[in-house]
């Protein structure tokens, strides 16, 4: 009965506002044959996502296939002129470590045999995090987990892999080179949020949805509280070759240097992915440098010897023989570059954000427009993911109940559901990011007998390792 009433009011509400907009438009027509967008009607959307990045694309799939929204329409509105599918053998610079929750989504939204079809996901069956400053370190081996740690994606891949689950789902619409210019909320008096277009075009919705990444304008319309903090470092990435010697190449590499973690993620059995974090400065000059001297760099950051401190040697020596004994774990080194791929280096500035509120009246943000963090736990798409899959349960269940999709204390339930999960992440990734980027002998002590311990602690290991890939 109450799904009922609640589908009588919304479509009360859509024919009036459709009829409002129609009566203005006739007016506006009287005077010019050919209205301009903005004197049309605002065309009605039960929900709309503004950004069509992994989150924002992921999110219309996941909502568009819930059968207790099967009576809504969704828009995806993007900003870039389209997508263009990977082509070719060649390996894509942006990448992503894929926790199990995003497996489970990507199965739940039936895109996850796509992107096994591509044969370009390799799973992570080892983990090496060690210490340039001591010999601290941590494994995690598939024997541990019982299944695998991570899978490594490229982001192109499993985009493409979404869209091929929307094709065919005609109550989702997507637009391209539609970048939403100004957002009207609820709470502004209106009796639904409206957005206008680059072009004039306005779209009315019961419900905004801001995925527009870390910059969002849905969030500024929102005028929350958004705490941001720049690392004042760069994500340097790029895609490698591995030298002969290499094959079975399973494990995901992490060294911790003092300007920050260089990363090695496997890609197939001869290629990885870089990520190398590192002070603005030393990122520009990696960009610079020729394909060999950059390599050499490469090989370097994983081997090069940095200055010790003989006490947090003696002790992380102790307590790492000790455990060697046990448990046979010896630092092994990472493998050798042999070359980067042509054109495939980028850096992309890197930064802590996290906003006072994630929800308003008729109005919600997921993703990085909600949260960023660090990549050097692999956690920021895989957060945004838990976004989607908490937002679709809590407007299925709200649409279900009759309680419609702009119920604040409905979103309240997500807000506060995805809060217990990102904060937690936000701060560890954040309180990594500051011990790590130290060679302060102190803190170089702390965080390498805190890492030596950790790994003798196996189910201490397993926990944290759940946890974060969850
Ligand atoms: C070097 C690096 C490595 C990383 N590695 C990992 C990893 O291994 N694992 C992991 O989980 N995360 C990783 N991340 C983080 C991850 O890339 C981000 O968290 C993720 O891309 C955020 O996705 P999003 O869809 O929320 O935002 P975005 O990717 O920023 O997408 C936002 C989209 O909105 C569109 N848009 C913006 N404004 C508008 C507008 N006004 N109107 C319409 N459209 C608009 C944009 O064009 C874009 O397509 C990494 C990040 C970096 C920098």
């Known amino acids: 009965m109450s799904l009922m009433l609640a589908q009588i009011s919304r479509k009360v509400l859509r024919a009036t506002s459709v009829r409002c907009a129609a009566s203005q438009w006739r007016l506006v027509r009287n005077a010019s044959t050919e209205p301009s967008p903005a004197e049309q009607p605002a065309e009605f959307y039960d929900i709309i996502i503004a950004g069509g990045g992994m989150v924002g694309t992921t999110l219309a799939c996941s909502l568009g296939k819930n059968p207790r929204l099967a009576d809504r329409r969704i828009l995806l509105l993007e900003a870039a002129a389209g997508f263009k599918p990977p082509t070719g ?108 277009l680059a072009n004039g075009e306005r779209l009315s919705c019961e419900l905004l949805i801001g995925a527009d990444g870390y910059n969002s304008l849905v969030r500024k319309a929102m005028a929350v509280d958004n705490f941001t903090l720049a690392y004042n470092q760069m994500g340097v990435v790029a895609t490698l070759k591995l030298g002969p010697g290499a094959a079975n190449n399973v494990t995901a590499w992490q060294r911790f240097l003092p300007s ?20 603005v400065t030393e990122a520009k000059q990696l960009l610079q440098l020729n394909e060999p001297s950059f390599v050499a760099a490469v090989n370097e950051a994983f081997n090069k010897t940095y200055p010790r401190n003989n006490i947090i040697d003696d002790v992380t020596k102790n307590i790492t023989s000790l455990i060697s004994s046990t448990t046979g774990q010896k630092l092994e080194p990472a493998p050798a570059i042999e070359a980067v791929i042509e054109n495939s ?40 993911f838990g976004d989607v899959q908490c937002l679709t349960d809590t407007l299925a269940d709200a649409n279900y109940s009759g309680l ?8 309240v339930r997500y807000e506060q559901e ?53």
């Open 404 to 411: 419609g999709l702009n119920n604040l204390s409905q979103l």
């Open 345 to 384: 280096r980028a850096a992309f500035p890197l930064g802590l954000g996290h906003t006072s509120t994630y929800v308003g009246q008729g109005v919600c943000l997921i993703g990085d427009a909600a949260h960023r963090v660090h990549p050097l736990a692999g956690q920021g798409v895989n957060l945004g």
């Open 260 to 279: 920050g973690p260089i990363a090695l993620l496997p890609l197939s059995d001869d290629m990885s992915s870089l990520v190398w974090s590192t002070s």
């Open 418 to 470: 995805r809060l217990k999960h990102n904060v937690p992440v936000l701060l560890t990734t954040h309180g990594l990011q500051q011990l790590y980027t130290t060679d302060f002998a102190p803190i170089v002590g702390l965080r390498s007998v805190g890492l030596t311990i950790t790994n003798a602690l196996p189910p201490l290991k397993k926990f944290l390792m759940n946890y974060a890939m969850s």
């Open 89 to 196: 053998q060649s390996y894509s610079n942006r990448v992503s470590a894929i926790s199990k929750g995003t497996h489970r989504l990507m199965k739940t939204i039936g895109a996850w045999s796509h992107i096994e079809a591509t044969n370009r996901v390799k799973p992570v069956l080892k983990m090496q995090v060690w210490d340039a400053c001591s010999d601290a370190l941590i494994t995690f081996n598939y024997d541990d987990m019982a299944e695998n740690i991570s899978w490594i994606v490229e982001n192109d891949v499993l985009l493409a892999s979404v869209y091929r689950q929307l094709e065919g789902l005609d109550k989702v619409q997507i637009r391209y080179s539609s970048k939403v210019e100004e957002c009207s909320l609820i709470r502004d008096g209106a009796a639904m949020s409206t957005v206008r």
